[in-house]
C-alpha cells in the first residue's frame, strides 16, 4: 500500500455548510476520491454535528466515497442506519463501545467497509487482533470533537507501531491519520506508514481544491 498515491479524505466538517451540495461537487471536480464525514454526537465528543438524514441528503449529490467518522456513544445503534444513508466506510471508535468486534462484524455484513478508530491515549492493542478484519485503521492525532487543533507529536510513533503491527500480521489493513494535518507534516506521517490523511482546515481555507489536492500529494510523495 505504502507505494501508492496517498489519498487526501477531506473533512466537511471545515467546509461552507450553508453549500454541502456545491462543495461535495467542487471535490469531485477537482479530482477527489473521498469525503470524510465527522459525526458527532455531544456525548462521545464534546459537539454535536450531522447523522444519517444529512448524509443521505449528500449521497444524492456525489459519488465521493463517504469515509463516516462516528464519535457517537455505542455506534452499534446506528450502523444499519448510516449504511442505509449511503455510507461507504464506517468507522467506529474503540472507545465507545463494550463490544469491538461485534460492531465490525455488523458493518462488514452489511457490505460496508469497517474502520476502527483509536484516540491519541488510547493504544494500538485495542485493534491488534482485528486487523485482518479491518480496513483501515484511523489514528487519531488530535483529541477528537474539533477542526483546527494542533498535532499531538507522538502520534507519529504510533504510527510507525502500527504500520509495523500490520506487516507483521501480514495484513492489508490502510493507516489513516485525522487532526491536525497539515503541509508541514504530512510528508512525515506518510513516512511513518500512513496511507489516507484527514485534512478539513488545511484543506478547506485553500481553495482551489484541485490545487490544495495537488500540493497535498506532491508534498506527500517528497516532490
Ligand atoms: C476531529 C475530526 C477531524 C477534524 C480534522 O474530531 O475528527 O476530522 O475535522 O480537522 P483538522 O484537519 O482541521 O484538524
Ligand atoms: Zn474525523
Known amino acids: 500500500m505504502a507505494a501508492n498515491e496517498t489519498i487526501i479524505s477531506p473533512s466537511l466538517l471545515s467546509c461552507d455548510f450553508s453549500r454541502l451540495a ?3 461537487k467542487a471535490l469531485e471536480e477537482a479530482g477527489l476520491k473521498w469525503a470524510h464525514l465527522d459525526v458527532m454526537d455531544g456525548m462521545f465528543v464534546p459537539n ?3 447523522g444519517p438524514p444529512v448524509i443521505k441528503s449528500m449521497r444524492k449529490e456525489c459519488n465521493l466515497f463517504f469515509d463516516c467518522h462516528l464519535m ?5 445503534r446506528y450502523i444499519q442506519e448510516f449504511v442505509d444513508a449511503g455510507a461507504d466506510l ?14 465490525v462484524s455488523a458493518i462488514a455484513d452489511a457490505g460496508v467497509k469497517p474502520a ?6 488510547t493504544p494500538l492493542e485495542e485493534v491488534r487482533y482485528l486487523l485482518p478484519q479491518l480496513y483501515m485503521v484511523l489514528i487519531m492525532s488530535v483529541n477528537p470533537g474539533f477542526g483546527g487543533q494542533k498535532y499531538i507529536p507522538f502520534c507519529t510513533e504510533k504510527i510507525s507501531e502500527l504500520k509495523q503491527m500490520i506487516n507483521d500480521s501480514k ?5 489513516q491519520v485525522d487532526g491536525g494535518v497539515t503541509m508541514d507534516n504530512c510528508r512525515e506521517l506518510v513516512e511513518a506508514g500512513a496511507d489516507v490523511l484527514v485534512s478539513g482546515s488545511a484543506f478547506f481555507k485553500f481553495p482551489p481544491y484541485a ?3 495537488k ?6 510523495a517528497g516532490k
Do not use: D, G, W, Y
Open 48 to 50: 454535536i454535528t450531522f
Open 116 to 121: 476502527v478508530s483509536l484516540n491519541p491515549a
Open 215 to 220: 500540493k497535498f500529494i506532491e508534498t506527500c
Open 72 to 76: 457517537i456513544e455505542q455506534p452499534e
Open 22 to 24: 456545491n462543495e461535495l
Open 90 to 103: 464506517i468507522c467506529v471508535h474503540a472507545e465507545a463501545t463494550n463490544h469491538l468486534e461485534r460492531v
Open 171 to 175: 495484513a492489508e489493513t490502510l493507516i
Open 211 to 213: 490545487e490544495r489536492h
